[in-house]
């Protein structure tokens, strides 16, 4: 005779639900938390991705502006022109963007002459070609004649000197210089690539310009110390505007969400 063994499937006890849930609990918090954290990651670099677009699309609306005036930028962004410095506020895609843009004290000069408006203590002007061909660089009103290239150029700025080195030598500024023209040939199209280096305590003032027809450019890159540079600033021929002034204006945006901003600097050269 055979017999049927029955099972009886015991069930949990109150405590050891308990326990069960309490280990879930312990074991999503984390999880959960985890994932929270990474959305909230995500939206902010949505949030700083965006933000950086429209900074630097409002800088490049002001800077082709050709001149500054009250202006809407764009859809709820405006340029207020009145004291300085000069404000841009408004809010677009739920974004804060809080700017200003103010005239650099005591930076404006006659264009197309050499200037000490700028307190600029040396004036290097490159390349000049004379009717053989040659090529010169004039440091300070004295014509160098040098082979080289003329693309590259450092500048090394000791306790000592400032020294100007191109590709097969070095010439040196006399005396201890913190403020530098680097003026390129009206006729020039070259790109132009400046690294400055400075080894003093004292700031080294950098200030490269390109005539108002000149295709050349002004790549200026900070190897080392303090620098400030403004770099493509425009001359005109005193020949034909001899009465222009230019200046130079720094431009600051900030564009924010709660938490999440962003930043961007720049300057302008502005005929007025």
């Given at each position: 005779?055979?017999?049927?063994?029955?099972?009886?499937k015991?069930a949990?006890t109150?405590?050891e639900v308990?326990?069960?849930?309490?280990?879930l609990f312990i074991?999503m918090?984390p999880?959960?938390t985890?994932?929270?954290?990474?959305?909230?990651?995500n939206k902010q670099?949505?949030d700083?991705?965006?933000?950086t677009a429209l900074?630097?699309?409002?800088m490049?609306?002001?800077?082709?502006?050709?001149?500054?005036s009250?202006v809407?930028l764009?859809d709820?962004?405006?340029?207020?022109?009145g004291?300085?410095?000069?404000?841009?506020?408004?809010?677009?895609?739920?974004f804060?963007?809080?700017?200003t843009i103010?005239?650099?004290?005591?930076?404006s000069s006659?264009?197309?002459?050499?200037?000490?408006?700028?307190d600029?203590d040396?004036?290097?002007?490159?390349?000049?070609?004379?009717?053989n061909g040659?090529?010169?660089?004039i440091?300070?009103?004295?014509?160098q004649s040098f082979?080289?290239?003329?693309?590259?150029l450092s500048i090394?700025?000791?306790?000592?000197?400032t020294?100007?080195i191109?590709s097969?030598?070095?010439?040196?500024i006399?005396?201890d210089?913190s403020?530098?023209?680097?003026?390129?040939d009206?006729?020039?199209?070259?790109?132009?690539?400046?690294k400055?280096?400075n080894?003093?305590?004292t700031?080294?003032?950098?200030y490269c310009?390109?005539?108002n027809?000149?295709n050349a450019?002004f790549n200026?890159?900070?190897?080392?110390?303090?620098?400030?540079?403004?770099?493509?600033?425009l001359k005109?021929?005193?020949?034909?505007i001899p009465?222009?002034?230019?200046?130079?204006?720094?431009?600051?945006?900030?564009?924010?969400?709660?938490d999440?901003?962003?930043?961007?600097?720049s300057?302008?050269?502005?005929?007025?």
């Amino acid at each position: 005779m055979r017999f049927l063994q029955v099972y009886k499937k015991k069930a949990l006890t109150l405590i050891e639900v308990v326990i069960s849930l309490a280990i879930l609990f312990i074991i999503m918090i984390p999880i959960s938390t985890m994932a929270i954290q990474t959305v909230k990651m995500n939206k902010q670099a949505e949030d700083k991705q965006q933000a950086t677009a429209l900074a630097q699309k409002l800088m490049e609306k002001v800077k082709s502006l050709p001149k500054f005036s009250s202006v809407e930028l764009t859809d709820g962004v405006t340029l207020q022109v009145g004291s300085s410095p000069y404000r841009i506020q408004g809010e677009i895609d739920g974004f804060k963007v809080e700017g200003t843009i103010e005239a650099v004290e005591g930076y404006s000069s006659e264009l197309g002459s050499i200037t000490n408006e700028v307190d600029a203590d040396a004036t290097v002007e490159l390349p000049e070609e004379d009717a053989n061909g040659n090529l010169y660089v004039i440091v300070n009103g004295v014509r160098q004649s040098f082979t080289i290239n003329f693309k590259e150029l450092s500048i090394v700025k000791d306790t000592s000197d400032t020294k100007l080195i191109f590709s097969n030598g070095t010439t040196a500024i006399p005396n201890d210089k913190s403020a530098i023209e680097i003026i390129a040939d009206k006729d020039s199209s070259l790109n132009y690539t400046i690294k400055v280096s400075n080894n003093t305590n004292t700031t080294l003032n950098l200030y490269c310009y390109k005539f108002n027809d000149s295709n050349a450019k002004f790549n200026v890159i900070n190897e080392k110390g303090k620098v400030s540079y403004y770099d493509n600033l425009l001359k005109q021929d005193s020949s034909t505007i001899p009465s222009t002034i230019n200046r130079v204006y720094n431009i600051n945006i900030k564009v924010s969400k709660k938490d999440t901003y962003y930043e961007v600097k720049s300057n302008k050269a502005m005929v007025r």
